[in-house]
């Protein structure tokens, strides 16, 4: 049997009851390839505040960086909003990104057939929608120096941050997102501000020097605002969209309600020489934390990115999206993705549903 170690980090808020649906759906698949997972857990975010001080243990990374893949539910929440800045949830999530160096974030946003209906945009607007947003995680505004707090010359105070990209942190983003384009539709659209910011126009730079090693990928360019308008006027038009950390962030929480919810969107975080990190592209969703009804599926899709691209179990995730699919085609829905004529779920009813699905279609595939 083919063991692996795969980390959970279930985090805070509808983290660890995502995290819980993920983890059976992994497990039973598992026994249906022939394949074992151990699973270590270990505290994220506020959780790990809470219980050691930190937002990332020494011990989380560590046992992070030692395991095949890192499966992430979501950190944050009201009581640690007003925390300093590395007392922050999110400041252990950054810090564990930047720790497994992990730069590319691959977060696939498609238009299901059974989901049309959820999307906010007029059917013949979303219909068929299929997109991937490679977002660089581990540079931009969210790490650059200097940053902080001060006063300027008039005494007032201020907050400071600044975006910066180094020419090989470009580069190797602008090559992922041309591979990934490739393997697509190949398409590239690389979005940016390059008529206002010098990290912009860098970056417009470096994108088209490195589209010479890919003459069969078609390359274009955006400005952020009019990617944001072209998102929702016309998504068709997208195939690949490679960009900045911040503009990712984003953009990416927009095209995931192209597809009907946030809570659909996996993502997977790669190019580190360790583990991938895989998470769903929501947070820790406060505001329905503990009352059974957060959507699972973008973690359970998360958990398929992790078979697929974190350990090349590639038919072990065919079986958890077919499953997925299965299970939306049955009717189940989530309220998020609710529509008249379906039947309205909960979190763990969901995960039991994808489970069902799972031992019914598995051997057929
Ligand atoms: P959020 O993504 O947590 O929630 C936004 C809205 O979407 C909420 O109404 C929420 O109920 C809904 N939603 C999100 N996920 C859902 C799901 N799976 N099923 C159904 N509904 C879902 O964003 P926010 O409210 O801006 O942030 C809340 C906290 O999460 C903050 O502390 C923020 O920093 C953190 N956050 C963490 C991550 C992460 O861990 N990767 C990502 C984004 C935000
Ligand atoms: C995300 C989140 C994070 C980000 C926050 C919580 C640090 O919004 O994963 O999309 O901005 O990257
Ligand atoms: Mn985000």
């Not at 805070?12 to 995290?19: C, L, Q, T, Y």
């Not at 219980?51 to 539910?73: F, I, Q, R």
């Not at 602008?174 to 979005?191: D, M, N, P, Q, Y």
């Not at 549903?353 to 057929?364: G, M």
Request: with cysteine; glycine share 10%.
């Amino acid at each position: 049997k083919k063991k692996h170690n795969v980390t959970l980090l279930p985090g805070d808020g509808i983290g660890p009851e995502v995290i819980s649906v993920a983890k059976n759906v992994l497990n039973l698949v598992a026994s249906h390839e022939g394949i074992e997972f151990h699973f270590q857990e270990m505290p994220v975010g506020g959780s790990a505040l809470d219980l050691t001080g930190v937002p990332l243990p020494e011990e989380t990374l560590t046992a992070a960086k030692n395991s095949d893949a890192v499966l992430l539910g979501a950190i944050g929440g009201y009581k640690w909003d007003n925390n300093e800045k590395h007392l922050k949830p999110e400041t252990g999530l950054l810090q564990l990104r930047a720790g497994l160096k992990v730069f590319a974030n691959l977060r696939p946003a498609s238009v299901l057939p059974q989901l049309v209906d959820a999307s906010t945009l007029k059917k013949e607007v979303a219909e068929g929608v299929d997109l991937m947003v490679v977002r660089e995680l581990t540079g931009g505004i969210y790490f650059g120096k200097p940053r902080g707090f001060g006063t300027n010359e008039n005494g007032d105070e201020i907050g400071f941050n600044t975006e910066v990209y180094a020419a090989y942190e470009i580069d190797r983003i602008a090559r992922i997102a041309f591979e990934t384009a490739r393997k697509r539709r190949g398409k590239l659209c690389s979005v940016d501000k390059a008529n206002v910011l010098e990290a912009s126009m860098l970056w417009r730079k470096r994108v088209i020097e490195i589209s010479k090693e890919y003459p069969d990928v078609e390359l274009s360019h955006m400005y952020v605002d009019n990617a944001a308008m072209q998102l929702v006027r016309y998504p068709k038009q997208f195939d690949t969209i490679v960009t900045n950390n911040i503009f990712g962030d984003i953009l990416s929480d927009q095209a995931s309600m192209i597809t009907g919810s946030i809570g659909m969107l996996p993502s997977a975080s790669l190019g580190g020489s360790g583990p991938g990190l895989f998470e769903p592209i929501h947070g820790s969703a406060p505001d329905i934390a503990g009352q059974d009804k957060a959507n699972p599926l973008a973690t359970v899709l998360s958990a398929a990115m992790l078979l697929k691209y974190g350990l090349g179990e590639v038919h072990a995730a065919e079986v958890i999206e077919a499953a997925v699919l299965d299970t939306l085609n049955r009717g189940f829905r989530t309220g998020d993705i609710f529509a008249p004529g379906n039947k309205l779920v909960g979190c763990k009813a969901m995960g039991e549903e994808v489970l069902k699905s799972i031992d019914t279609r598995a051997p057929s595939l």
